[in-house]
């Protein structure tokens, strides 16, 4: 495992460095995960009310796709909460207010229209809606009344990960396919079978953010998800840790955490500039031409060249992800430049694009860092399958054809005859093997 690889922390305004620099310091966060959870919780505070147009038909939102991997007590759950802390303390007050709406709403439904006279009530009033930003533990169903009721958007936090996973297809058999859906934020329709309501969202937005351990990753994004798009569109991070984090006796200053609040209310203050019919019609950032082209040169001379040296479908669609992450990336840097008082917000500019050129990069890296692990799984569970369904000689392009509708991808196979059935099969040729 490559342990030089490290979140590129210069791509943040410096104050907000300056709060992962002291968290790391004061109370030994892994700066990776606390970098990370950060950026997330940021691109979520955002939501709808900003999007970036890098082309006539390219028009993308902050969404975030977020896990953090790492063994047991190695630190993950510390980094997250306080990341996602000054959004749950503004869900706490806007809970106090629905509350007491809806108290008022239960106590106007059991009058008659006589008695909501005498008591200086309105004549109609319309059930108060549940305002939030963070959805914990949530079904399909749950969260979109959540993006209905909240156009800006929604993030799903779930300490563990695997937890919202398992959710899929309990209620119904397409819950995966609404979280490739959402990903790209395209409009889709919802009828929610419990009362036949039907739910049309124009503009959904939701990121997502967790965690898992090693052990997990062959489970939640290995077989059919490595090949479906459905791992790629999860940016993981996975940072080499051999020790559980230390306790510090120094104190860490108030104002680093205040200061974290601050920003995330600021962001959250700016709002767009209408919003019509549950749609937000958002602040739209162009980008310059010095880092239009900048983005260019890496489309043309980095990822276009991986993808086509790549054999590999999963690392096929990693690159495809990747661009769609990079205008992301661009459009939350310039506006935590822009908060921060270090640039315009009126387009995203050229220090931004290379920015998120790095970043971008970094989880790349972190992706070929954690395939080996996520696949170590899936061959345990499944080479024997292969085998038995090879024929006693059989060629490469066989064996990945075969691997492929047992949900296994390309560089696994190759991997598995390079690496892992020495036992079971002999090279007889360039591309032929036999099996003993």
Same mark, same amino acid.
């Given at each position: 495992?490559?342990? $030089? ?37 940021? @691109? ?7 999007? %970036? !147009? ?6 993308? !939102? ?13 630190? #993950? ?15 706490? +007050?806007?809970?106090?207010?629905? %509350? #007491? ?61 695997? $937890? ?19 990903? +790209? ?25 967790? *965690? ?7 489970? =939640?994004?290995?077989?059919?998800? *490595? ?37 995330? /209310? ?23 031409? %010095?880092? #239009? ?22 690392? #096929? @669609? ?9 205008? /992301? ?23 931004? @694009?290379?920015?998120?050129?790095? =970043? ?32 006693? +000689? ?13 949900? =296994? ?12 059935? /020495? ?14």
């Amino acid at each position: 495992m490559d342990n $030089s690889i490290i979140f590129p922390l210069s791509v943040f305004p410096m104050p907000i460095r300056n709060i992962v620099d002291s968290l790391h310091k004061y109370e030994n966060y892994q700066m990776d995960f606390t970098a990370s959870a950060f950026l997330t919780v940021f @691109a979520a505070t955002m939501g709808n009310t900003w999007s %970036a !147009r890098f082309m006539t038909g390219w028009v993308s !939102r902050p969404i975030i796709y977020m896990v953090l991997v790492g063994p047991p007590s190695c630190g #993950k759950t510390p980094p997250l909460r306080q990341a996602i802390s000054p959004l749950l303390k503004l869900d706490e +007050s806007y809970d106090r207010v629905y %509350a #007491k709406g809806i108290r008022q709403y239960r106590k106007w439904e059991r009058l008659t229209a006589r008695q909501r006279k005498q008591q200086s009530m309105p004549e109609e009033m319309e059930m108060p809606q549940r305002k939030c930003h963070v959805v914990v533990n949530s079904t399909i169903e749950a969260l979109i009344s959540a993006m209905r009721d909240n156009p800006r958007g929604v993030l799903i936090y779930n300490d563990e990960i695997d $937890s919202l996973f398992s959710n899929f297809n309990r209620y119904n058999g397409s819950d995966e396919s609404y979280f490739l859906s959402l990903f +790209s934020g395209t409009p889709f329709k919802y009828t929610r079978k419990s009362n036949n309501e039907y739910i049309f969202l124009s503009q959904p937005y939701c990121s997502i953010i967790g *965690s898992t351990q090693p052990g997990m990753l062959s489970t =939640l994004f290995g077989g059919k998800r *490595s090949l479906n798009g459905f791992s790629s569109r999860f940016l993981k991070v996975y940072p080499h840790i051999s020790a559980m984090p230390f306790w510090n006796e120094t104190s860490m200053p108030e104002d680093v955490l205040e200061e974290w609040e601050h920003i995330i /209310r600021k962001v959250d203050g700016i709002k767009p500039p209408t919003v019509q019919e549950g749609k937000i019609n958002s602040i739209e950032l162009s980008f310059s031409s %010095a880092a #239009k082209h900048r983005l260019i040169s890496w489309k043309n001379g980095v990822n276009s060249r991986i993808y086509s040296d790549s054999e590999s479908e999963t690392e #096929k @669609a990693l690159c495809g992800k990747l661009e769609t992450y990079l205008i /992301r990336f661009c459009l939350i840097i310039q506006v935590m430049r822009g908060i921060c008082g270090e640039a315009g917000m009126d387009e995203i500019d050229e220090e931004s @694009a290379q920015r998120a050129i790095w =970043l971008t990069e970094y989880f790349r890296a972190m992706e070929s860092r954690i395939t080996p692990e996520m696949e170590t799984g899936v061959l345990d569970l499944r080479h024997t399958e292969l085998l038995s369904l090879l024929s006693q +000689s059989f060629t490469t392009s066989e064996a990945v054809a075969t691997g492929k509708k047992l949900g =296994l991808s390309e560089s696994t196979v190759k991997r598995f005859l390079r690496e892992g059935a /020495r036992e079971f099969i002999r090279k007889e040729a360039h591309g032929r093997y036999c099996k003993f």
